[in-house]
């Protein structure tokens, strides 16, 4: 039988610090839930010290989760352990995954300690988190830069104090291949104790490497790999899940490990993913992207129609491209309803939740003649987002665009309950609409991207918008879904001005506190 190859999850943290990609406590349950479903090992929920809602999250995510491990990021610092500790109560098994720098660079000018400091620093908090819980993880942060001989020493440290897995992260996205590999055998082979613990890696992708790093790992000892679904994570990204376990899977003849993950439910949990983070996936993407199976060439074609595996080396339905199709339509009822939203392990929390998902149900099915999963999750995710933030909330638009004509928007907007309305041109319909709403929102953020994608095929898809917005170097995300694009892009800039309006308490993890 194969070596296991452990999955460690950390869309939900890591992705997370994609510049606009905050979830909410529900949406992260929506995709652990998901993950779960995917037999994911470990899934890392949050850092529970940085906000009080960043700690709901990782609560909740430890209450619904059964079957995987829930992790919880702390820096080496004691408030930080017994926070997640304390988030992480709830959990059937939990993991708290501390971090400190060893590199010259963050040692000297983030932390401002020495490698003696750094090394006890470690050993006494992986102790402290020991109090807590049998599974804690060290990582040494900027691993890739750091000296060997003091990676040794702190490796060796942290597992004589307790640590069941230790994680070698490549933080800046540094390394390539045959030398991230390299350092990984190295340490394998000079930490006296590394057969007590499991070896991690944890590629980040500036030079597009991360997954061919974490791969060359695995092909020199690691056991574990941190990844993200789609590879979202801050900057470029993080290793891409499906990329790292659809390669060790396919590549049996080289890799003499596997993971137990199902493969079956990666696109689902990739469209998920991008639903929630407003973060479409290229079409060319690897294994999730729209053209991963798609074949233009004639010669191509030929070949596939003749014998599959003349161009195709995995099975489109192996990682879940099935028409997933709704046989629902305006005259299903309710239970019905009801049934295939838990087929795809949507469980509201409140008759109101499901009641008014079911009324945008039955407002789509009378705009599209076949409804499916996809659509679903848009409308379960539009639901989660009116609940959350009712700041401002679009009653009605209607937008005058004709040829030669300048397009003009009338708006009606409820602003804390109270109606308001507003009218501007534009460039274009969408400019129009906007202005609008700036006209009573008081231009709230600078706009940073704007983007539509279409969530299903046909003329009568919903279309998926995605608006980015900042203020005060703050940067949020926006997303809005309806089978007409100016009322989805008007639902999608509110949505990011409503998030612009909350509070911003959550503290980014590498920053903060001294430490």
């Avoid at 609560?59 to 919880?72: H, N």
């Avoid at 049996?252 to 407003?278: E, H, K, N, Y």
Wanted: aromatic content about 6%; overall charge negative.
């Amino acid at each position: 039988m194969n070596d296991p190859l452990i999955i460690f999850d950390t869309t939900l943290r890591d992705g997370e610090q994609s510049p606009g990609a905050s979830m909410t406590r529900e949406e992260k349950v929506r995709i652990a839930k998901v993950l779960e479903r995917m037999r994911v090992d470990i899934i890392e929920a949050g850092f529970p010290v940085a906000s009080p809602g960043d700690f709901e999250a990782v609560k909740a995510v430890a209450e619904e989760v059964k079957d995987s491990t829930v992790c919880a990021l702390a820096r080496a610092v004691e408030k930080d352990i017994d926070r997640a500790a304390e988030a992480l109560k709830p959990a059937k098994r939990g993991r708290i995954h501390t971090f400190i720098a060893t590199s010259p660079i963050h040692m000297q000018h983030k932390l401002r300690m020495t490698e003696d400091a750094v090394l006890e620093r470690a050993v006494s908090m992986v102790k402290r988190a020991r109090q807590y819980t049998d599974d804690v993880e060290f990582s040494a942060e900027d691993a890739v830069r750091s000296e060997m001989d003091f990676l040794c020493r702190v490796f060796e440290a942290a597992i004589a104090a307790g640590a069941r897995t230790v994680n070698v992260p490549d933080t800046v996205g540094y390394s390539i291949p045959h030398v991230w590999g390299e350092r990984i055998k190295t340490l394998i082979e000079r930490v006296p104790n590394a057969d007590k613990a499991i070896w991690s890696t944890h590629c980040h992708n500036d030079l597009g490497l991360a997954v061919a790093n974490s791969l060359s790992a695995v092909l020199n000892g690691a056991r574990q790999v941190e990844c993200t679904i789609n590879g979202l994570g801050e900057r470029a990204g993080n290793a891409s899940l499906e990329e790292v376990v659809m390669a060790v899977r396919t590549r049996r003849d080289i890799f003499s490990c596997d993971t137990r993950i199902d493969a079956t439910q990666i696109v689902p949990a990739s469209r998920l993913v991008s639903s929630i983070t407003g973060f479409p996936v290229q079409p060319n993407k690897a294994i999730v992207g729209a053209n991963a199976f798609a074949h233009e060439s004639g010669i191509h074609q030929d070949g596939v129609i003749k014998k599959r595996e003349t161009y195709e080396i995995m099975r489109a339905e192996d990682v879940g491209w099935i028409a997933n199709r709704m046989v629902l339509g305006k005259h299903s009822g309710r239970n019905a309803f009801k049934s295939r939203l838990k087929e795809l392990n949507i469980v509201f929390k409140t008759e109101q939740e499901l009641n008014a998902t079911f009324e945008r149900f039955k407002d789509l099915a009378d705009k599209k003649h076949e409804i499916f999963d996809e659509d679903l999750q848009a409308l379960v995710t539009e639901t989660d987002l009116e609940l959350e933030n009712e700041h401002f909330r679009l009653v009605s638009l209607k937008v005058c665009s004709q040829t030669g004509e300048t397009p003009f928007a009338n708006i009606t907007l409820a602003v804390n309950g109270s109606e308001k309305q507003a009218g501007a041109p534009g460039s274009g319909p969408v400019d129009a609409a906007f202005k609008a709403i700036d006209s009573i929102a008081g231009g709230q953020g600078q706009l940073l991207l704007y983007s539509v994608n279409n969530i299903t095929s046909g003329t009568d898809s919903q279309g998926e918008v995605t608006v980015r917005l900042e203020r005060g170097g703050r940067i949020v995300n926006g997303h809005g879904a309806d089978t007409d694009i100016v009322i989805a892009s008007a639902k999608a800039y509110l949505n990011a001005l409503n998030k612009l309006v909350a509070p911003a308490e959550r503290t980014h993890p590498q920053v903060g506190q001294p430490i």
